[in-house]
């Protein structure tokens, strides 16, 4: 009976160890906050999307510059309504801008001629990184020479810019690629980790907007629909039927849709499973909008934002084709 119990003791495997090392083998799967910080602005992602969002950018920016065109000199001469010494005191302190380096009437003309130069080269993806930034300086220095023209919609144009100078937005549909393709240069597509940032700031002005229209009275007792309705100025694009807005259970379910959609989109947009249906809403949240409301390019650049969540073969055309094989 001892014997036969020394022998099964004899035949129990051998706990593993690992070499150069004594005793039982532990775990090297363990991950820390470091690892996930890595997985999630650095995984690899498809770098073709960022292409696709400097090109709607490029077209938005050059877009907004042409309406701007007629009223140059009106803005941002020292002819115009705002002259450089009165524009200095609105300024807050240490704003930049090159429009006040040189007293002379050609000089504005040739600012707004180089962020629109800068603009098409962005689109078409020639120095594409090159090309963000110069659209960065210029667009800010415009905007901080007149704070009177100045809204959220600038806002956003300079963080895209910004954050499109951080992307590898020449990779693809560009200039750039064509170029780097002709001289036979290869390598690993880049990872887009400054797509994260559009993604970052997408949600921040959700829930920001979610959070200040929660603090008022209006959007939370359901009326607020009724208040924008009768905004004169920025109502009305489109025709609709009053009782849309003079009905109460139909004001207070807009109002109170907006403020779902607010409050929930910047955690529906980062769950894989809901984020395609986010998506979709999203879009249609702002379509809405610009069909109803005279905010010029506002809502396109949001638009843009939201893409930021999509993979490129979800943006195939038409979008029931089959993506190519790889």
Not at 18 to 43: I, K
Not at 213 to 241: E, M, N
Request: charged share 20%; with cysteine.
């Amino acid at each position: 009976m001892e014997t036969a119990r020394v022998t099964a003791r004899r035949k129990r495997p051998a706990r593993s160890v690992l070499p150069g090392r004594s005793g039982p083998a532990r775990s090297t799967s363990r991950r820390g906050p470091a690892d996930a910080w890595n997985d999630f602005f650095f995984a690899a992602r498809d770098p073709r999307l960022a292409g696709l969002l400097r090109i709607g950018y490029g077209l938005l920016v050059l877009v907004n510059l042409a309406v701007l065109a007629p009223d140059v000199p009106l803005w941002f001469s020292e002819a115009g309504l705002l002259p450089a010494a009165d524009a200095r005191e609105l300024m807050t302190e240490h704003a930049p801008t090159v429009l006040g380096w040189v007293d002379a009437a050609w000089w504005p003309w040739l600012c707004y001629a180089v962020v629109v130069a800068a603009a098409a080269l962005l689109t078409v993806g020639w120095h594409s990184r090159v090309q963000a930034i110069v659209v960065l300086v210029g667009l800010t220095s415009l905007q901080d020479r007149n704070y009177a023209i100045v809204d959220g919609e600038d806002t956003l144009f300079r963080l895209f810019a910004f954050y499109l100078a951080l992307c590898p937005a020449g990779w693809a549909y560009s200039l750039d690629a064509r170029r780097r393709k002709r001289r036979g240069i290869a390598g690993e597509p880049p990872v887009p980790w400054g797509l994260r940032l559009f993604q970052i700031q997408m949600s921040v002005i959700y829930l920001s907007s979610a959070i200040e229209k929660s603090l008022g009275h209006d959007w939370p007792a359901g009326t607020a629909l009724y208040y924008v309705a009768r905004l004169d100025d920025a109502f009305g694009k489109l025709p609709l039927p009053g009782a849309l807005f003079e009905t109460l259970w139909l004001t207070r379910l807009g109002s109170w849709s907006v403020l779902a959609l607010e409050w929930t989109l910047p955690v529906l947009l980062w769950i894989p499973r809901t984020r395609r249906v986010a998506i979709a809403v999203a879009i249609g949240f702002h379509l809405a909008i610009e069909a109803t409301m005279n905010l010029f390019l506002f809502h396109w650049l949001m638009i843009l934002g939201v893409l930021s969540f999509a993979e490129i073969d979800e943006l195939r055309w038409p979008p029931w084709r089959r993506p190519a094989a790889s």
